[in-house]
């Protein structure tokens, strides 16, 4: 059993930057896979990244390589998502999720935390 909390959401000026950061609660953390996604209103759940249990296997969105970068604290149990040069049409609800491979596809992960609103203000 894995419990994620996100945190670090807000509001930010376009082009501005956020850490967001997933604690999570339960043995099995460092052995999942951790991906983070968001839901804009009125639009389905995407795929932003997601990193191995090592660190060593980290797949980007496209829209979002070169800007975006998830690490993890096994240590913490917590993973990380720096968002910089961010975009208004990237506004939307924050979700991290642990599973047990990485990949990009949301049903793939069992656990999901609660989410974190990101707002950029153009």
């Known amino acids: 059993q894995v419990q994620l909390v996100e945190s670090g959401g807000g509001l930010v000026q376009a082009g501005g930057s956020l850490r967001l950061s997933c604690a999570a609660s339960g043995r099995t953390f460092s052995n999942s896979a951790m991906g983070w996604f968001r839901q804009a209103p009125g639009k389905e759940r995407e795929f932003v990244a997601t990193?191995?249990?090592?660190?060593?296997?980290?797949y980007y969105a496209d829209s979002v390589k070169g800007r975006f970068t998830i690490t993890r604290d096994n240590a913490k149990n917590t993973v990380y998502l720096q968002m910089n040069s961010l975009k208004p049409e990237e506004t939307a609800v924050y979700y991290c999720a642990a599973g047990w491979i990485v990949t990009t596809t949301s049903r793939t992960y069992k656990y999901w935390g609660q989410g974190t609103q990101v707002t950029v203000s153009s």
């Open positions: 990193i191995n249990w090592s660190g060593d296997t980290i």
